[in-house]
């Protein structure tokens, strides 16, 4: 039947082929929201606050971060962690969410803090060399009085 429909009618191939691409392009939207959930997590302490963080260890993930979030739960944010110390900058490409990056030392103190507007390609730089960058919502670490030269703990 397909090859009678393709062979008579040269339409009838160009149907069918819009058919599947538009088949398969509704599918794929629908997994990027499950892969960002598939993401660990593990539980920081910022003096008495806990974030839950997830990890972007791949550099997969550390590139792809918070883009197309429209929301993080409370106390939730995402924890991007090197191999080794770099001075990495951030920006906000296709990030819905303001907010506020702290720039963590390989002994788990803040280096800097810097907040961060929804789509900016404006780059956030640590202040110094850093081994992880902790993103959360904007006003997150005032509410906790969390300054530079912090501690953070449970760090992976």
């Given at each position: ?46 003096g008495a606050a806990t ?106």
């Amino acid at each position: 039947m397909y090859k009678h429909l393709i062979a008579k009618r040269p339409f009838g191939l160009f149907f069918f082929a819009c058919a599947a691409i538009c088949l398969a392009a509704s599918v794929v939207p629908s997994l990027a929201p499950a892969q960002a959930r598939l993401l660990p997590t593990t539980s920081l302490a910022l003096g008495a606050a806990t974030v839950h963080a997830e990890i972007a260890a791949t550099p997969e993930n550390r590139n792809r971060g918070l883009m197309f979030r429209k929301s993080l739960p409370p106390d939730h944010g995402m924890l991007f962690v090197f191999e080794e110390e770099t001075t990495q900058c951030f920006w906000m490409k296709n990030t819905p969410l303001p907010l506020t990056i702290a720039f963590i030392d390989a002994q788990g103190r803040i280096i800097n803090m810097r907040d961060m507007q929804p789509y900016s390609e404006a780059n956030h730089c640590p202040a110094g060399p850093m081994r992880y960058a902790l993103e959360m919502p904007q006003g997150w670490f005032l509410q906790y009085g969390i300054k530079a030269g912090e501690q953070v703990k449970g760090l992976p």
